[in-house]
């Protein structure tokens, strides 16, 4: 769903070719990907609308409501549901030097990051390839 995650050609093209490495080479990975582009804005022209929609104002007013950003339809569903973290620390046992170190860890917390949610939604952008 490159359109959807807002991912540039280029960077399609790379993850094709990262999952398909041992049967196409990188220069038919980036054909391949400029064919997904092309039938992505041929087959669902109102798409890029819909998605500036969705960053602009939907995914907005989900997260500032407390809820998470929530993205459906017959063929994805993506949810954008950031949890604040918290600072953690544990003491562990360095048996080399023979001393006790102290580790910070982020743990989730319940509590909802509206401000992550709500940029995570505004900062994708849409690339479009038509002429």
Same mark, same amino acid.
């Given at each position: ?7 540039? +050609? ?10 398909? !490495?041992? &049967?196409? @080479?990188?220069?038919?990975? #980036? ?29 907005? +007013? ?10 459906? !339809?017959? &063929?994805? @569903?993506?949810?954008?549901? #950031? ?49």
């Amino acid at each position: 769903m490159p359109i959807i995650y807002g991912k540039s +050609l280029m960077t399609t093209a790379n993850y094709i070719k990262e999952k398909l !490495s041992q &049967y196409i @080479t990188r220069k038919e990975s #980036y054909t391949l990907a400029k064919v997904c582009f092309e039938f992505w804005n041929k087959e669902y022209r109102g798409l890029v609308c819909l998605i500036r929609l969705i960053k602009s104002r939907i995914g907005w +007013l989900a997260s500032a409501g407390g809820r998470p950003v929530i993205y459906q !339809s017959d &063929y994805f @569903t993506t949810v954008q549901d #950031y949890m604040k973290m918290d600072p953690v620390n544990i003491w562990v046992y360095d048996r080399i030097h023979k001393k006790r170190r102290k580790v910070t860890l982020r743990v989730s917390s319940n509590e909802r990051d509206k401000q992550k949610s709500a940029i995570s939604t505004e900062t994708k952008t849409v690339k479009k390839m038509t002429p």
